[in-house]
């Protein structure tokens, strides 16, 4: 079955500096997606990215990146020069199966102090 | 456009008492889903349904039954209440998937304590 692991359950970081988030996924799929929501204090879902398993390019939007490793079954997200209002529970999430519901990671909550 | 809405946003159950859950979306999204989400361990999919008129289950749906009459409306019923059934309900929808799954937004939560 699909899996999603994050092992970071809580990061505390100091703002201005960078911040690393594992995912690290399991699929029987040979095609796949994989995507990554943020939920901030307010408790809604916010979807931040999705990507296709074809492109192992980096992806980069602002101060995120995210880098998808299919040897390592890894798609890390890096936030840059991290802000207070970054603080928020990420969660990495791929489809069960094609294109049916997601499975999510448990999450990893990122606190920012300023 | 309001995307996805959840009612109520807050409920408090005594157990045995039922309850429904209604999530509407303003989007025309086939797909509609119900996620629980309780601390530590992230969102469960409850059951989700891919058109209307049509449900299946997800990996925590006993307890939980579903219906899918309008294709804008996906409600969420509890039966008898558990103390369990204590956590945060999400709805979510999402376009059709042909090719490659969509992102899937999701309607602010509902908090239920059962006591």
Redesign the interface.
Known sequence: AQKVTQAQ?EISVVEKEDVTLDCVYETRDTTY?L?W?KQPPS???V?LI?R?SFDEQNEISGRYSWNFQKSTSSFNFTITASQVVDSAVY?CAL??S??????????TRLSVIA | NAGVTQTPKFRVLKTGQSMTLLCAQDMNHEYMYWYRQDPGMGLRLIHYSVGEGTTAKGEVPDGYNVSRLKKQNFLLGLESAAPSQTSVYFCASSTRAYLAPYEQYFGPGTRLTVT
């Open positions: 359950t997606y995507f929501y408790g809604e879902l979807f999705r296709n969660f489809p069960n094609g294109n049916t519901p997601l499975v999510f990671g448990k999450g």
